[in-house]
């Protein structure tokens, strides 16, 4: 059974940094990507990794600031997201999902979700 557990979110200020983590166990070499969701908007699709292939790709409110990485266990799968000069705007609920369904990353058509954590950014 597939899960997925972020950790790393909290509060910090404009211009700071977080790094988020998304720790699977169940998945091969598959897609794995970054989502956020800030109050009232739309889901949006922040940064995608081809789990062992070195893929990346990021929406382009990540690009420059952003970074994606994984980190291989023996049975578990780690997913970051370093977030650097981190904005008020970035202020949203992080989900990690695993297992892409479509063949565009940015409509979120994935198949395991995680929880979610939520990273708020202050002025």
């Known amino acids: 059974q597939v899960q997925l557990v972020e950790s790393g979110g909290g509060s910090v200020q404009a211009g700071g940094s977080l790094r988020l983590s998304c720790v699977v166990s169940?998945?091969?070499?598959?897609?794995m990507a970054w989502f956020r969701q800030a109050p009232g908007k739309e889901r949006e699709g922040v940064a995608v990794?081809?789990?062992?292939?070195?893929?990346?790709?990021?929406g382009d409110s990540a690009k420059g600031r952003f970074t994606i990485s994984q980190d291989n266990a023996k049975n578990t799968v780690t997913v970051y997201l370093q977030m650097n000069r981190l904005k008020v705007e970035d202020t949203a609920m992080y989900y990690c999902?695993?297992?892409?369904?479509?063949?565009?990353?940015?409509?979120?058509?994935?198949?395991?979700w995680g929880q979610g954590t939520r990273v708020t950014v202050v002025s």
């Open positions: 999902a695993a297992e892409s369904l479509g063949t565009n990353w940015m409509n979120g058509d994935f198949r395991y």
């Open positions: 169940g998945v091969g070499s598959t897609w």
């Open positions: 990794i081809k789990l062992g292939s070195g893929i990346i790709a990021y």
